[in-house]
């Protein structure tokens, strides 16, 4: 069946500009994150929705993130004034649910850059 | 502050050869473990899981995992050029808010020289 899909795949944008990005999960994945990798660094937990709902926003990097969920379904994650630290590939996971035995399964990214 | 660690490589194995790649934790309550496979400019792609301690095998891959050592392992039988990649180790956490998100290591660096 269809994986997770994201887009754009490339958004190249000016510094203090507004980007949203888009993640569509496989159908019928409750579950949501979004993580981000820079160049040289690992991995990082942004956000995750169970349902529409994201109990915890702690992992995003400033008040300038935020996302969304709408119908169980599309998320979008929205930069407001970028930065150029936010230059990164941000991929979106989906799964079945949040449990411990529950795998992610990975979109193909957005590359960000912001100039 | 959760800690996952790799060593980075590059590890360089001749094709045909076992591949063996390492991966400690620092949380003793972390219960699975995940091996993702990313090729360059690629997203991450789900090899293996394993929740048990011992050996989970699924082709030519094989995961270990050490719960009381804290450490989980991915060995590759036969390597193949097609194998050369980073290989990225990431734990589930339930800490504070989060809830099951991944932590990753920021990976090896696999190369198999034909």
């Known amino acids: 069946g269809a994986g997770v899909s994201q887009s754009p795949s490339n958004k190249v944008t000016e510094k203090g500009k507004d980007v949203e990005l888009r993640c569509d999960p496989i159908?019928?994945?409750?579950?949501l994150y979004w993580y981000r990798q820079s160049l040289g660094q690992g991995l990082e937990f942004l956000i995750y929705?169970?349902?529409?709902?994201?109990?915890?926003k702690s992992g995003l990097p400033s008040d300038r993130f935020s996302a969304e969920r709408t119908g169980g379904s599309v998320s979008t994650l929205t930069i407001q004034r970028t930065q150029q630290e936010d230059s990164a590939v941000y991929l979106c996971?989906?799964?079945?649910?949040?449990?411990?035995?529950?795998?992610?399964?990975f979109g193909p990214g957005t590359r960000l850059t912001v100039t | 502050q959760k800690e996952v660690e790799q060593n980075s490589g590059p590890l360089s194995v001749p094709e045909g050869a076992i591949a063996s790649l390492n991966c400690t934790y620092s949380?003793?309550?972390?219960?699975?473990f995940f091996w993702y496979r990313q090729y360059s400019g690629k997203s991450p792609e789900l090899i293996m899981f394993?929740?048990?301690?011992g050996d989970k095998e699924d082709g030519r891959f094989t995961a270990q995992l050490n719960k009381a050592s804290q450490y989980v392992s991915l060995l590759i039988r036969d390597s193949q050029p097609s194998d050369s990649a980073t290989y990225l180790c990431?734990?589930?956490?339930?800490?504070?808010?989060?809830?099951?998100?991944?932590?990753f290591g920021k990976g090896t660096k696999l190369s198999v020289k034909p």
């Open positions: 996971a989906s799964s079945l649910g949040t449990g411990e035995l529950y795998e992610q399964y």
């Open positions: 949380d003793r309550g972390s219960q699975s």
């Open positions: 990431a734990v589930k956490s339930w800490h504070g808010g989060s809830q099951g998100n991944l932590i």
């Open positions: 159908s019928g994945h409750t579950a």
């Open positions: 929705f169970q349902g529409n709902s994201a109990p915890d």
């Open positions: 394993i929740y048990s301690n």
